[in-house]
């Protein structure tokens, strides 16, 4: 299995001010025949289901504000939010579709400071 | 509108059978994966396993693999995730999920979970 670990566990951040969250796997995500990363980013708040931000490592998903942005490439990948709101407290998880079984990271707790 | 329902709250002791439900709508069920991940009280995502209703194709997490059964009834689009006989340790709320797809030069490439159910929170207490 693909192991998936973010970076840091939590993270609290002014309201305004930028949030980085890492994401590093034990394996290349790279599908080189389409030139694809295979990963993508979660947003889950409080008694909700996870929400899809970012596939294809920096592809947003229809509808999500612009100031969630998804790099990186090979192994290491960042999810940025560029100016933190109050709605944008959740937990942030990474995760690989490269193969299966399409592992997650453990998940970054972000929080206003 | 694009979306699964999962079948409701679950109470059981252990050793109880149970099978929970997704049931998709407003696309062409038979030709997506759609996957069951469990997330355990106060802890993260794991992925279990997906399937292809079109054929039952069924792809599962080794550390899921006999612990429950993927199953898809394509008549009434419709997934399930069961148990023959439950643990405390299943305790856990269990979503289902839509893998995305595209069409990329002629060819249809899987993406991450795009559609989510709304989760069934199962229970195993004695």
């Known amino acids: 299995d693909i192991v998936m670990t973010q970076s840091p566990d939590s993270l609290a951040v002014s309201l305004g001010e930028r949030a980085t969250i890492n994401c590093k796997s034990s394996?290349?995500?790279?599908?080189?025949?389409?030139?694809?990363?295979?990963l993508a980013w979660y947003q889950q708040k409080p008694g909700q289901p996870p929400k899809l931000l970012i596939h294809?490592?920096?592809t947003r998903e229809f509808g999500v504000p612009d100031r969630f942005s998804g790099s990186g490439s090979g192994t290491d990948f960042t999810l940025t939010i560029s100016s933190l709101q109050a709605e944008d407290v959740a937990v942030y998880y990474c995760?690989?579709?490269?193969?299966?079984?399409?592992?997650f990271g453990q998940g970054t707790k972000v929080e206003i400071k | 509108e694009v979306q699964l329902v999962q079948s409701g709250a679950e109470v059981k002791k252990p050793g109880e059978s149970l099978k929970i439900s997704c049931k998709g709508s407003?696309?062409?069920?038979?030709?997506?994966?759609i996957g069951w991940v469990r997330q355990m009280p106060g802890k993260g995502l794991e992925w279990m396993g997906i399937?292809?209703?079109?054929?039952?194709?069924?792809k599962y997490s080794p550390s899921f693999q006999g612990q429950a059964t993927i199953s898809a009834d394509k008549s009434i689009s419709t997934a399930y995730l069961q148990w023959s006989s439950l643990k405390a340790s299943d305790t856990a709320i269990y979503y289902c999920?839509?893998?995305?797809?595209?069409?990329?030069?002629?060819?249809?490439?899987?993406?991450?979970?795009?559609?989510w159910g709304q989760g069934t929170m199962v229970t195993v207490s004695s």
């Open positions: 999920a839509r893998v995305d797809q595209s069409m990329v030069q002629g060819a249809i490439i899987q993406g991450a979970f795009n559609i």
């Open positions: 407003g696309y062409r069920f038979i030709n997506y994966w």
């Open positions: 399937i292809y209703p079109g054929d039952s194709d069924t």
């Open positions: 394996q290349s995500v790279l599908y080189i025949s389409n030139n694809e990363h295979y």
């Open positions: 294809w490592a920096s």
């Open positions: 995760q690989q579709y490269y193969s299966t079984p399409g592992t």
